[in-house]
Each structure stands twice: as structure tokens, then as C-alpha cells.
T-cell receptor, first 113, second 115 residues
Framework: SQQGEEDPQALSIQEGENATMNCSYKTSINNLQWYRQNSGRGLVHLILIRSNEREKHSGRLRVTLDTSKKSSSLLITASRAADTASYFCATVLTTDSWGKLQFGAGTQVVVTP | GAGVSQSPSNKVTEKGKDVELRCDPISGHTALYWYRQSLGQGLEFLIYFQGNSAPDKSGLPSDRFSAERTGGSVSTLTIQRTQQEDSAVYLC???FGTGRSYEQYFGPGTRLTVT
């Protein structure tokens, strides 16, 4: 079974609106990462947040991490049509020495002009 | 600089045939990972290389799957006697250092279809 579960499974918004998606996980983590995937091919890394961090920003992206609730959220502000993609959270477990990513099922985001 | 490259981009094979998938990581990245993505199973880890050795093979689904890495660079994933359930997109990623605390850079993937 997958380590992470994402909510919602799909999200449809208009340009300029904010998009928020959530990720929950089951086991203690070293870090949590968010990736974007266009057209079902390669993934692009967005943000890495470590277990001792609570919030990180990168451009229009804001990620929060609550280790007590084993959850993270990704906020995309002022969305654009180009943000249309699938977004995945992925965790690296505390017990893992090599950094293998355990992915959630993903959130499909559609941004309409 | 160049990103991670994979070849072929698409592969259609008949059930029972062997296939080889290739990954060229980013130069200088010692950590290399293989994942696969399928409709039923989502994104799954297959194998991890540090240099030429594979300390974590825990994700390989059966002994029909094997991988090697030579010269600390190019990696090949081989699937023997392919089955229809092997149909998926196979993704390769590389990372700096041991990979544990670093982002992974993904290639565009190889779409494998077993008929």
C-alpha cells in the first residue's frame, strides 16, 4: 500500500484562484517532497521539506508540514493555465538510508483560463 | 546541463519477450533510482543504485526484473519474459550524494506496452 494519500483526487479551478491539496502519510519521515507531472511522463521536483521544518515557500508555492498529524499541504497561489498537471507528494522514511520515494496517488489539477 | 535521459521513449513488445530499458543520469549524480508508474499501482520504487552497487532492490516485483549500472553512470533495467502486467511507464531518477536528503531529477520515462 502507498505511504501517502492525497486529497482531493481532482481539483478544477479558474486562473487566478488558489489551489490547495493535502497529503497524509503513515510512518515517521525524514523529509517530504512535492512533484509535478505533466502528461503522464517525467516528474519535476517542486519543494523538499524536512521533518524539522514547518513551512517552505518557493515562488507561488507554499508547503506546510505537520508531523504531529502526519500531514502536509501544497498551496499554489494565483494559479495559471500552465499549472495544469498532476501533483504528487512523496516521503522518505526515517528508516530509509537511501532516499527512495514513497508516493501518494496524486491530485489532478485543471486550471481553466 | 543535460538532464536525465531514457531510451527508448516507447517500447511495444510481445508477451514472453525480454526488454532492456536504459537510463543516463545527470553527470556527477551518484544516486540512481528506478520507479514505475501504472494505472493500478501508481508510482512504485523498484531499485536504488549508489555508484555501481544496488543496496536496495526491495521494489523489484519478481526475479524477471534485474538492473545494473556500469561506470557509476548508465543503468539498464531488464525485464525477462515480459507479462502484460509489466505494462507501465518506467521512470529513472538521479540525485546528488546518497540521495536521502536531496531532490531527485526524473527522466521522461519509457512507456512499455506488452501485447
Amino acid at each position: 500500500s502507498q505511504q501517502g494519500e492525497e486529497d482531493p483526487q481532482a481539483l478544477s479551478i479558474q486562473e487566478g484562484e488558489n489551489a490547495t491539496m493535502n497529503c497524509s502519510y503513515k510512518t515517521s519521515i525524514n523529509n517530504l517532497q512535492w512533484y509535478r507531472q505533466n502528461s503522464g511522463r517525467g516528474l519535476v521536483h517542486l519543494i523538499l521539506i524536512r521533518s524539522n521544518e514547518r513551512e517552505k515557500h518557493s515562488g507561488r508555492l507554499r508547503v506546510t508540514l505537520d508531523t504531529s498529524k502526519k500531514s502536509s499541504s501544497l498551496l499554489i497561489t494565483a494559479s495559471r493555465a500552465a499549472d495544469t498537471a498532476s501533483y504528487f507528494c512523496a516521503t522518505v522514511l526515517t528508516t530509509d538510508s537511501w532516499g527512495k520515494l514513497q508516493f501518494g496517488a496524486g491530485t489532478q489539477v485543471v486550471v481553466t483560463p | 546541463g543535460a538532464g536525465v535521459s531514457q531510451s527508448p521513449s516507447n517500447k511495444v513488445t510481445e508477451k514472453g519477450k525480454d526488454v532492456e530499458l536504459r537510463c543516463d543520469p545527470i553527470s556527477g549524480h551518484t544516486a540512481l533510482y528506478w520507479y514505475r508508474q501504472s494505472l493500478g499501482q501508481g508510482l512504485e520504487f523498484l531499485i536504488y543504485f549508489q555508484g555501481n552497487s544496488a543496496p536496495d532492490k526491495s521494489g523489484l516485483p519478481s526475479d524477471r526484473f534485474s538492473a545494473e549500472r556500469t561506470g557509476g553512470s548508465v543503468s539498464t533495467l531488464t525485464i525477462q519474459r515480459t507479462q502484460q502486467e509489466d505494462s507501465a511507464v518506467y521512470l529513472c531518477a538521479s540525485s546528488f550524494g546518497t540521495g536521502r536528503s536531496y531532490e531527485q531529477y526524473f527522466g521522461p520515462g519509457t512507456r512499455l506496452t506488452v501485447t
